[in-house]
Nanobody, 115 residues
């Protein structure tokens, strides 16, 4: 089983930055996908960025050029560096881990972008 611990959320003004981290523990295989999703008020949960164990990366169009996803395989940790934040980025951000047939979710961390 896998457990995910998220950190780094908070309140930031437009144009600011935050860095989210998600550390996975448990039975971690060599082939997996880690990702960040978010769910804004009144919206469905959407994928923000994904990254494989060998650094194949995909971003949602809305965050391209502003967000950077990365991972440290030795630490089983995925990061999301969020720059040039906009009010539209306000959401609960969820870490996601996929391994073989199993999917795991973090508890979610609130990111609020507001003046």
């Amino acid at each position: 089983q896998v457990q995910l611990v998220e950190s780094g959320g908070g309140l930031v003004q437009p144009g600011g930055s935050l860095r989210l981290a998600c550390a996975a523990s448990g039975t971690i295989g060599s082939i997996n996908i880690m990702a960040w999703y978010r769910q804004a008020p009144g919206k469905q949960r959407e994928v923000v960025a994904t990254i494989t164990q060998n650094d194949n990366i995909n971003y949602a169009d809305s965050v391209k050029g502003r967000f950077i996803i990365s991972r440290d395989n030795a630490k089983s940790t995925v990061y999301l560096q969020m720059n040039s934040l906009k009010p539209e980025d306000t959401a609960v951000y969820y870490c996601n881990f996929r391994q073989i047939f199993n999917v795991y979710w973090g508890q979610g961390t609130q990111v609020t972008v507001s003046s």
